[in-house]
């Protein structure tokens, strides 16, 4: 029940500050290593009006949180009032971006820390104190002569000065005896060692948004598993870096990555490639889920020759079908959608035992049954641009031999377990599609009224990658929505609120390192991060 307690202080300690902090120009630098690897920043200033939390008490979530801190301890409770009254008596800054941090220096110290600023180190230590005596909690405030701090039995620590706190805890048994020299290490940082000497960072923290990330792959360089398949990928982790950015907008949510890649041609050769917008006339103009892409096969088939295991799988699969993967590639013209715009009811059969008597023998015995049952299936169509069709040639040829094929004038059709598979091509394009309407527009040349038209058409040209996934329920066919609300008796009502908060979420990746992820409300005359979390509030007054 304490430990419950103790998280639950955590807890609010931590949307209070939040909800009390403005930006400035961090002092929190002097105590992150200029080595650190991942770093996650808190824009919070921009955060909380966004979040409106001027208005928190509003919140039936935080309510609860005050009631059961009353419940279990009232001076805390009292406390934690006086903080929302008066927040400065805290010592804790209403100026400052917060940050959370992972610090490696070895394989004892190793850490996550989350570092505040401060306005007043004695008012911050003073408070820490009357929470600590509040809480009938029984630890000892540690001076030295730069710091203050706190160690709680090995399991984490809190230091501060002047101008910052730092939270530190251990993220292994190993680490737990470092805790105080860690916090020495992190609060007598000399300026050359500090995170402000390292541009990448800098940049990154130059275009931060709300909450934004930074991580540095050599992080990952001592995990094997990763390292062999970056060596596998011929990829250098010592030269690449993930910068990511969420952004709470009016209506809509956004993430922007930037992903900084080593400067090799053999990669960046890859995504030297335009998507094809000819090959969308052979969808109809309609949507629920899409998804695009155009690379360069030439590059691709150079570079995976780099792959250690790239001979004995290409020996395999020549002996297969007689093509290498090169000639496989070079067969391609780069570019292919999948495109789902509809659903559909068939009738599949299937074959299962049953407990069956017999009169003619007096005995039960398990016989094999053949049932139909109803499956809802995806009206969708799969569709890659080719520069010549000879590869394909010879895979329906050794399909075709093993008589699971039947071939129609421009088509072909595979029956499995009820269901039928249609695919069809020539010297340009090959489409594949469970949609025999879709079968017969390719055998007379595309749509006359295609996914072209459309702007997801027009957005799968303009970028490499590109991806588009309706989330409104109404767009969905009847036997859809049915699927969804039937299966629970919560899941109309749940059902509806989600209708009532999301549109579409839709990705695009115009270059080789940058991509952008929106999330669409259909609310957008309200910010998207307040509008979100009074919609969470409303489910949990009524489901919880």
């Not at 609010?12 to 920043?41: M, R, Y």
């Not at 050359?192 to 360089?221: G, H, M, P, R, T």
Request: net charge negative.
């Amino acid at each position: 029940m304490k430990l419950k307690f103790n998280l639950l202080i955590i807890a609010l300690l931590s949307s209070l500050v939040l909800f009390n902090a403005c930006k400035k120009k961090s002092s929190v630098f002097a105590v992150i290593p200029e080595d650190t690897k991942a770093v996650l920043v808190f824009d919070l200033k921009s955060v909380l009006k966004k979040a409106d939390f001027i208005n928190i008490e509003d919140y039936s979530f935080f309510n609860t949180a005050m009631n059961e801190v009353e419940n279990e301890n009232k001076k805390v409770f009292r406390l934690l009032e006086d903080f929302i009254e008066d927040p400065t008596t805290s010592g804790i800054s209403l100026f400052g971006d917060s940050f959370v941090y992972f610090v490696d220096e070895g394989s004892d110290e190793k850490f996550v820390v989350w570092a505040l600023p401060l306005s007043n180190g004695d008012k911050f230590g003073n408070w820490i104190d009357m929470l600590l005596d509040a809480s009938d909690a029984s630890f000892d405030i540690e001076k030295t002569s730069n710091y203050k701090y706190i160690n709680f039995d090995d399991n984490s620590g809190i230091a501060w000065n002047k101008e910052v706190a730092i939270f530190v805890v251990p993220t292994d048994y190993k680490s737990e005896d470092n805790i105080e020299d860690m916090m020495d290490y992190l609060m007598d940082l000399d300026t050359k060692d500090q995170i402000s000497q390292n541009k990448d960072f800098i940049d990154f923290y130059s275009k931060k948004k709300d909450v934004s990330a930074w991580l540095d792959y050599s992080l990952l360089e001592d995990i094997d598993d990763y390292k062999n398949v970056m060596k596998t990928m011929n990829m250098d982790l010592d030269e690449m870096q993930l910068s990511l950015y969420l952004e709470f907008l009016d209506g809509e949510i956004k993430f922007t990555t930037t992903v900084k890649m080593p400067d090799n041609k053999e990669i960046t050769d890859i995504y030297d490639a335009k998507f094809n917008g000819d090959i969308l006339k052979y969808s109809p103009d309609k949507t629920l889920g899409l998804l695009t892409y155009a690379f360069n096969p030439e590059a691709l088939g150079e570079y995976i020759q780099n792959i250690s295991t790239y001979a004995l799988i290409n020996d395999g699969v020549k002996e297969e079908i007689g093509y290498s993967i090169d000639e496989i590639l070079a067969s391609f013209g780069g570019s292919f959608f999948v495109n789902v715009y509809d659903f559909d009811k068939i009738e599949v059969e299937y074959t299962d035992y049953e407990l069956v008597w017999h009169d003619d023998t007096f005995e039960y015995t398990y016989d094999e049954v053949t049932s139909t049952k109803e499956e809802l299936i995806p009206l969708a169509v799969l569709v890659l641009d080719l520069k010549d069709s000879k590869v394909l040639d010879k895979l329906v040829d050794l399909i075709s031999q093993a008589g699971v094929i039947e071939k129609h004038n421009d088509y072909y059709k595979i029956e499995e377990d009820g269901m039928n598979f249609y695919f069809g091509y020539n010297d340009d394009v090959l489409v594949v599609t469970l949609d025999e309407e879709a079968i017969k527009n390719f055998k007379d040349g595309g749509y006359s009224s295609s996914l072209a038209s459309l702007n997801e058409g027009k957005s799968a040209k303009d970028n490499l990658f590109y991806l588009k996934f309706n989330l409104n329920i109404d767009d969905y066919p009847s036997v859809v929505i049915d699927k969804i609300t039937d299966e629970d008796d919560d899941a109309e009502k749940f059902a509806d609120y989600w209708n009532e908060t999301f549109d579409f979420i839709e990705m695009k990746t115009s270059g080789k390192n940058e991509s952008e992820v929106s999330i669409v409300l259909k609310n957008d005359d309200e910010n998207s991060l307040s509008f979100l979390l009074h919609t969470i509030d409303d489910i949990s007054k009524k489901f919880l």
